[in-house]
């Protein structure tokens, strides 16, 4: 059976036992029509009906993917927006900060997908941005984490590294970006391949691998640099900025907040559970205090690399992106040139901060409060800009973030912290009296420990026995869950459990480790007052919602996974699929589309 019929095959079982569970799922009236129990009522049993309607329906799509569909040019803008280290269980825990024009209009007026994960083993930033946007998992796109070692050179690099692609920025910036180690192609390729160039894919983010995977090898990036406070892109993009670009840099866009404060906007007694503001694993990486107010700028005379720091490490570092992406809106006329453009918009803010002092910070409960305002500014800019029922909005997340340890075993659990460091050293020794003396390591990146391949080839010993040596050593230390060594992992010899699969998943043949490390859940390597990057859920589980195109307000509780947003969104623009996609359409958001086309969306906004 090839590909695409066995595709719909499952589409059309996986459709007929969502049936069920769309009948379970909670469906909203818009905010505001409903005036009395009867109206709800009704209003309940209709929206009910049409969801029925639509699971009825929907098979037939798979059968036919075009036949019905509303020409894609009727939207004229997909949004992607992406929030760094957003955990899935955001709304509820943070729900009385968060205004009506923000991320609950969100949740409350799209369909807000609450079982959402990621199924690859290594949860970080570069690998979670790319399957958004190709579908694929990183043994798919490549992207196999934020860095790895480069077997050849023995030097750790970027996932998004390009030498050949140097920042165009001021004077005097270094560094390069591109999307050269992405081998998948995302849904705003296809659909860019598929118009001829006529579409254009742009996007802005705190974070160069932010800003550059989602749109792959067709799109425009920009990004913000910790060493000017301005939003840079590379010569991959641009032989030079645009002009807008240079003006809105020549207005400094950072520079407003020097020797200002970060203060608090909410109140400790508004039910939201947080921990003290100053706890002992608190970390002040970016010299600001560990308390509020964090001052900017605090001992420099004038604005320099570390307070820039600063400011991408508080909220207003989403500040500057959300500037950028309402003048790139603007200035590039997206949404209104008659075709469909794509914008991806990464808020990064919320990771730096969750890293530095905890998901339970008060620090992060702040984050939260201005991240809620940044999104409520862009939604309604895009609805002043692109127009009633023309824009799609896709609210995802890269990944989400665990508890610190030292807050879950308050509680009971058994979580410390892990040194590699520590690990490295027994490796060595241990490889050294036992086989010979020899630079063994290259050491640790992402989610394990990489032989310097010198070592490997003059070792004396087949690299399947010295997997298994290192791998011994890494058990012996307490808090790890599982090890994997890349021969077993290659050669197909995994154990059949969940874990592995995910392992199996994250694991690409030449940017992955030799021994892959699982930690036990809650345990943390390094020093960070917390992190993420397990195959747990608390790492795994993200927000996904689709709103706005007249999409209706529905809660799904059912299991998806962030692979099959980027297969959706080709269902909607009848492109290909990305070239290694393994995620499956959406039947809520495609059954809608079918809808929206018979009765367009006469909704004021989005
Ligand atoms: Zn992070």
Redesign the pocket.
Known sequence: MDRFASDNQALFFRLRSSRYQLFEATVRPPSGSVSNEGMHRLTRYLIVAWLTALATIAPISAQDPAAGAPPAEEIRLVVILVV??LRGDVFHRFGPLLGADGLRRLSEGGIWYRNARFTHGHT??GPGHATIGTGARPSGHGIASNSWYDRRTGASINCVEDAASPILGTAGETGNGSPANLTASTFSDEWILATGGRARAFSVSGKDRGAILPVGKTGKAFWYSTASGRLVSSTYYYKQLPAWVVEFNNRKPSDRYFKKSWERGTKDDDGIITGRDDRSFEKDIHLFGKSFPHLFGKDLQKPEGKFYEQVASSPFGDEVITDFALELLDKEELGRRGTMDILSVSLSSN??V??NFGPESVEAKEVTYHLDRQVARLLTKLDSSVGPGRCLVVLAAD?G?GFSPEVVSDRGYEAKRVDNADILKKINRRLNFSIRYLDWSLGFSGPGYFFDPEALQFGGRPAAELEVAVAGVIQGFAGIEAVFTRTDILGGKLPDTELARKVRAAFHPTRSPDVYVVLKPFWLEGTSAA???SPYDYDAHVPVIFFGAGLPAAEVTRSIDVTDIAPTMSAILRTSPPSSSVGAVLPEVMGAIRARAKTPPRRQGL
Request: proline residues 0%.
């Open positions: 760094d280290q970080v930033t990771d730096i969750g890293h990944h973030v992190s993420h990057g």
